[in-house]
Each structure stands twice: as C-alpha cells, then as structure tokens.
C-alpha cells in the first residue's frame, strides 16, 4: 500500500509538473512562430495577413466569390506624399521610438480607465502592422501585450523603411481593400505613385476606421482633419 501511494503521489506531481510547463511551453513556441515569421516578412512580401484573410471570410460570407483588392508595390513606387501623411497621422514619433511610443501608451491607459473599457491603445505603426500582420481587430489587455512583443521583434529584425514599406501594403483601407496600390485606384483611379497632397492626405486620415469612410467620404471631420493632415505633412520624418 505505501508503494501504491509513493507512485500516485510521483505521478501527480509529474502531472502537476506539465499543467505549469506546459502553458509556458506553449507561449514560449508561439513567440518563436512568430519571431520566425517576422524573419521571413524581413526578406518576402507576405501574400495576405490576418486581418486579410478575416475580412475575406467575412466579405464571402454574403458573396463566396467575393475577393480583396490588394497589389503590392515597392517602396519607392508609393508616393512620398502618403507616406508622409499617414506618419503625420498615425506615428508622429515613428523614427524615434523603439517600437511602441510609451507617451502615447500612458494617455491612452489613462483614456480607457476613465471610460472603463478599451477605447483606444495609442498603438504605433509598427504595433499596427503587427497587429494586421498576425492578430485579430479584439480589443484587450492580453491582446494588446501580444501586440507589443510582436512589435519589438518586428524593430529589431526590421528596418524603420522595411516596417513602412510592408504597413503601407498591407494595411486596410476599407471594405476589402487593402494596401496603397488599391486604395489609390479604388478611391482616386490613380497609383500610389501619384497621389497628391490631398489624396494622401485624405487616405491617412481614414485609416483609424477605413469601413466607415469608404461608405461616408464627405464627413465634415474627415474634411477638417484631412486639411489639418495635410499642413503637418512637411515635418514628418521618413525612414
């Protein structure tokens, strides 16, 4: 009987081993997956992303021959004037910071406990990109931490124009298009190459809730922050 005993008790404990190991072991295989994968986009253009492939699913849902519209471009053929516009826009600090801007974190911390929910994460455009890249659009704490991680390995493999370059190509820009090169011709009929000013402008300013500008283009915030945009475009910094 103390032998039966000895064993049952050595047989939990090597349970009660591998129920703390294990989530650790799990997490740990997860920031390699994506570490690796950040290695790849380094080199490769990636095809589609998560937020990709969840608003395909969505849009075929309703239409099951619906698809996206995205074409990469280079980052030389994507005007300066978007680039420019959605930096001023989106990540003022974005050549300073490490990859997440702990100013704008702070305030955004502070926002979110006066409402008591998640409004917003001051979330850079590189925790962006990570977010399209490998999450999904909830908003949380725990999703947000991911987000952070994700976002160091992409400053560390990464080069700031690299990081621009792969945003500016993937991101959102409404209803199923995603990426400069669609926005571009799916709003102006033009390229990412030739967008003025005013177009880029524009763009960047839709990019917090791309959906709802593609279906309200003439919103008189969108017009005013649009004309607010396009003056603070000549003090961003590109990579």
Known sequence: MGKTRKVGAKSSRRWLKWLILGPILLVLLVQLYFFIMVCWYAVFNPSSTSFMRQQLAALQEKNPNAKLKHEWVPYERISDNLKRAVVASEDARFNEHDGVDWEALEKAYERNNRRSKVVGGGSTITQQLAKNLFLTGSRSYLRKGQEMIIAFMLETVMSKKRILEVYLNVVEFGRGVFGA???????????????????????????????????????????????????????????
Not at 221 to 239: D, S
């Open 181 to 239: 090169e669609a926005a571009a011709r799916h709003y102006f009929r033009t390229s990412a190459a030739k967008l003025a000013p005013a177009q880029a402008a524009r763009l960047a300013v839709m990019l917090p809730n791309p959906r709802y500008y593609d279906k309200h283009r003439s919103t008189s915030y969108l017009v005013r922050r649009t004309n607010a945009i396009q003056r603070q475009m000549r003090f961003a910094e590109l990579p």
